[in-house]
Nanobody
Framework: QVQLVESGGGLVQPGGSLRLSCAASGRIRSINTMGWYRQAPGNQRELVAVSGDNTNYADSVKGRFTISRDNAKNTVYLQMNSLKPEDTAVYYC???????????????WGQGTQVTVSS
């Protein structure tokens, strides 16, 4: 069974920083992409950043957020700086993983972590 466990969310003032972490565990053979999505109330889930062969960011976070990976630990991070109230959302980790129990890559999701930017 593959699981993604996120941590690092919380309440921060505008202009502040947070670092999210997401660790994949289980019988993992290979990980393709790892990334972060977010969903604000009343909105659809949207891509924030993804790391694979290339790294891509949503226009709204470019220059403020940085995604990084520790492949030895099957972990992806999201460093969020200069946070704005509009960054408030539940942040979800996503990873495309080939498990030993599967013959193909499957997309897995974390449980989500709340990020609130407010004074």
């Amino acid at each position: 069974q593959v699981q993604l466990v996120e941590s690092g969310g919380g309440l921060v003032q505008p202009g502040g920083s947070l670092r999210l972490s997401c660790a994949a565990s289980g019988r993992i053979r290979s990980i393709n992409t790892m990334g972060w999505y977010r969903q604000a109330p009343g909105n659809q889930r949207e891509l924030v950043a993804v790391s694979g062969d290339n790294t891509n960011y949503a226009d709204s976070v470019k220059g403020r957020f940085t995604i990084s990976r520790d492949n030895a630990k099957n972990t992806v991070y999201l460093q969020m700086n200069s946070l704005k109230p509009e960054d408030t959302a539940v942040y979800y980790c996503n990873a495309v993983i080939l498990a030993y129990s599967s013959g193909w890559y499957v997309a897995y999701w974390g449980q989500g972590t709340q990020v609130t930017v407010s004074s």
